[in-house]
DNA sequence: GTACTTAGATACTATTTGGTATCTGTATTG
DNA sequence: CAATACAGATACCAAATAGTATCTAAGTAC
């Protein structure tokens, strides 16, 4: 175990290297493609290695998927929590959270691949486990920003923030898939106006 | 070309019967694990075939995918002109309405189906025309479903009906796709939930 | 610099896939 | 009832798949 006390691991580190190739490799493949479609071959091909590389990193195909949906996940909640944490007024709160996914920032591309999680989560029972946890998590801290939103506003919400956030999830997803082939200022567009009617605070009572 | 002209086609017959019982087998399996997870020898033997029944019933696998896509949005486009096509007070509408996706008479099974579609769509061109297609149907169809509910309730839409529409149907796959594992009476609460803020129906001004 | 370790390449396997070619039994036709 | 047509079964194929076993070249330790 000479490993965390020596000082350069150049060793160690080309081989992160090499995993978050693979890594970025296989969540571009998977978007495009689907998780059936992406083969362990060419995941490792399009990062510009060989299978060995791939089985020398992963323990499988549906590991890399599954750390794949974590790091999403982790990302997005992070980016949630941020934007819980800062301070600003109500207007910048609604405008943040108006932005959130539709944003430059978000890729769309992650959406397409959350719903490919999802779909083999609906199928596959480990998946569904791991889906869940994440998912968990996700609303949990989608619930917060909008309990902080409403609170801000003065507001009461329109329905349960557990259940408008599951909404707001749900309708996200589903036009980001839904309109895949759409042009993305239409997508952003539709996506605006979906959170604001859900929402309920599209007029200015 | 003796066919149209003759009695009783028991040789048709049967094969249209083979070709019905073949067509559920595949929603069935598409619908449980996915377009690649179900195989040509699986959807004919899970419904009492071998393969040679199969592909003397069908081109390939893509055409039965696709026959059972115009299938299913035929029957839902049906049943959404015959609920415009009825007599009915604005309360009556909007409890349809509300029931609709939601109703036991629409399983939920299609919605996944649906889903299955729509992530092929997005991802194959020869599935994303013909996808494109049929909703484009479809969506005309909902769309003169709301026209006439607020014409009737008397209300103008909190946002183009366009708009509505796409938002409702993105909605409702998301619901059903996300709480694939929750009990039927989660997922019909928020749907009906969902339905009621986004038409901003929800309390009675 | 020599011995050791290991990231990653190459080669291979067993299995599954969509699709085809061919065959067979039975319903239809004359 | 004999000839034919055809629904569907059987037997195949080439390609692709996830995963394994083995090898090699370069990095590391002494």
Redesign the pocket.
């Known amino acids: 175990m000479?490993?965390a006390i020596?000082r350069?691991?150049?060793?160690?580190?080309?081989?992160q290297?090499?995993?978050q190739k693979l890594l970025r490799s296989a969540e571009q493949l998977f978007n495009h493609g689907g998780?059936?479609?992406?083969?362990?071959?060419?995941?490792?091909e399009n990062a510009?290695?060989?299978?060995?590389?791939?089985?020398?990193?992963f323990?499988?195909?549906?590991?890399i998927f599954l750390e794949l949906l974590e790091s999403s996940k982790r990302r997005n909640i992070e980016a949630l929590e941020s934007l819980l944490a800062q301070e600003m007024s109500a207007e910048e709160l609604l405008l943040a959270i108006r932005n959130y996914q539709a944003g430059p920032d978000s890729d769309f591309d992650y959406a397409q691949l959350a719903m490919e999680f999802q779909l083999q989560a609906s199928r596959d029972a480990t998946f569904a486990k791991a889906y869940a946890k994440l998912n968990r998590n996700y609303r949990d801290s989608l619930i917060g920003v909008l309990e902080k939103l409403y609170a801000k506003l003065g507001r009461t919400p329109p329905a349960p923030v557990k259940d408008l956030a599951d909404i707001l999830m749900a309708t996200i997803a589903g036009l980001l898939l839904q309109a895949a082939e759409a042009p993305a200022n239409v997508r952003k567009r539709l996506i605006s106006e979906a959170m604001l009617l859900i929402l309920g605070i599209s007029e200015r009572k």
Request: hydrophobic share 25%.
């Open positions: 000479p490993r020596r350069r691991l150049s060793r160690e580190e080309k081989r290297e090499t995993k998780y059936e479609k992406a083969s362990v071959d060419l995941i490792a510009g290695f060989s299978k060995g590389a791939f089985y020398s990193n323990e499988s195909k549906e590991a």
